[in-house]
């Protein structure tokens, strides 16, 4: 199975902070990656799919890059209601694997 | 609008069954793979299985295989996840989320989730 490895596990940034996170994947898995955002009690919510494409309605602050086995998911300036949980995942094969998760806080 | 709703959660012994059903609309629903992921409490995100819209092709994790059963119905735009020989480590919500069926097979729409709590 492929592993998908989150960076760091957990954050504290304060509002308009820029925010980065990282996910390195076991194996080159070209751009077969997406992210999603989790908050507390609710369902996860995409993001970002094939790396860079930005779901539709999701705001422009929010982008992602990589390619192979290296991506990351950055957030321009944070706003408050972006606190929460971030997932990578890669769909390149299955099981379509999720990173541990990275927990944004306020700081 | 699109709609994807869980039903069927509940309690259950260890090795007992349980059926769980997602109800989709707003889509055509049987274009669209579909696939459920759960999430144990206080853990991170678990894909379980997928299913493509005619069926052909179905998936799973390691996790459930030879136990779970992904299943559709595109008449009635229903998704069905059979799990037998239920055991403790699969308490979880258990989410059903439809696939944008684009390159690299994002999640676009999830349900609110069912809880399966699985013990004696």
């Known amino acids: 199975d492929i592993q998908m490895t989150q960076s760091p596990s957990s954050l504290s940034a304060s509002v308009g902070d820029r925010v980065t996170i990282t996910c390195r994947a076991s194996?080159?898995?070209?751009?077969?990656v997406n992210w999603y955002q989790q908050k507390s009690g609710k369902a996860p919510k995409l993001l970002i799919y094939s790396a860079s494409t930005l779901q539709s309605g999701v705001p422009s602050r929010f982008s992602g890059s990589g390619s192979g086995t290296g991506f990351t998911l950055t957030i321009s300036s944070l706003q408050a209601e972006d606190f929460a949980t971030f997932y990578c995942?890669?769909?390149?094969?299955?099981?379509?694997?999720f990173g541990q998760g990275t927990k944004l806080e306020i700081k | 609008e699109v709609q994807v709703v869980e039903s069927g959660g509940g309690l259950v012994k260890p090795g007992g069954s349980l059926r769980l059903s997602c109800a989709a609309s707003g889509f055509n629903f049987n274009i669209y793979n579909m696939n459920w992921v759960r999430q144990a409490p206080g853990k991170g995100l678990e894909w379980v299985s997928s299913i493509v819209g005619s069926s052909t092709y179905i998936y799973y994790a390691d996790s459930v295989k030879g136990r779970f059963t992904i299943s559709r119905d595109n008449a009635k735009n229903l998704l069905f996840l059979q799990m037998n020989s239920l055991r403790v480590e699969d308490t979880a919500v258990y989410y059903c989320?439809?696939?944008?069926?684009?390159?690299?097979?994002?999640?676009?729409?999830w349900g609110q989730g069912i809880l399966v709590t699985v013990s004696s």
């Open positions: 989320a439809r696939d944008l069926s684009d390159y690299s097979n994002p999640l676009d729409y």
């Open positions: 194996q080159s898995i070209s751009n077969y």
């Open positions: 995942q890669q769909s390149y094969t299955v099981p379509y694997t």
